[in-house]
């Protein structure tokens, strides 16, 4: 395999790539034998854009797969494009050009690709714009992150930036309160008004935000928390707070 190709493996990660950029497909290896409902499709939309079909013995496929599940599919890749701070600018503007609310999750020192699949699967649902992340000691996409994110790693742009809390700052020049989340804050999520233009700053579970992401917030908030534990998974805590922002933009 070329040094910058990608593996994308699991039944919903490729084909919703497929869908989306078929032609960054190299070549596609499926389970021998598991010509049904689920795979049969994919392999027939990967002959209809002339991308290569193997078929493989299981053993193959973990070998590849390298000990992920992956549900008899595996898909080499070209690299896709990686999103910076002018795509995010692209983006907000797109968004307000179409009298539409920008709605962004900004992830800080998040840097487990499970966490991260997760929350773009979360920020998909949702109906975020993109996801922003420091360029630095964050997680990327990945095929593990493909495969968590189930399609939303094709859908919700991961935007890298050099420096997280000048792209805040630019941000909140265009017009976007950023709200941030943080075990001191004093107002609880329920207690603080959430609509209009927003993006929503999550920080690493146990670490939380740095200190100067923290500083650039407009506002922080926190998660009332009844029981022992004094935090939640970050991409537990990102869907909570992300679709109290969903129905207060719908109640409003």
Known sequence: MAKHDELVFGIHAVTALMNKSPERFIELWCLKGREDERLLPIINLARKYGVSVQMMHRK????????????????????????????????????????????????????????????????????????????DNAARITSTVRKVAVGAAESIPLIQVTNLARSMKALQEMGIWIIGTAGEATQSLYDCKLTGPMALVMGAEGKGMRRLTRETCDDLVKLPMAGEVSSLNVSVASGICLFEIVRQRLAS
């Not at 009298?99 to 949702?126: K, M, S």
Request: hydrophobic share 40%; with cysteine; glycine share 8%.
């Open 60 to 135: 193959a496929l973990d070998d590849k797969s390298e000990g992920e599940q992956h549900q008899g599919v595996i898909a080499k890749v070209k690299p896709g494009k990686v999103f910076t701070e002018h795509d995010l600018t692209d983006i907000v503007e797109q968004t307000q050009a179409k009298n539409e609310q920008p709605f962004l999750l900004i992830l800080d020192g998040v840097t487990d690709p499970h966490n991260l699949g997760a929350c773009l699967r979360n920020a998909d649902a949702a109906g975020v714009q993109a996801i922003v992340v420091p360029k």
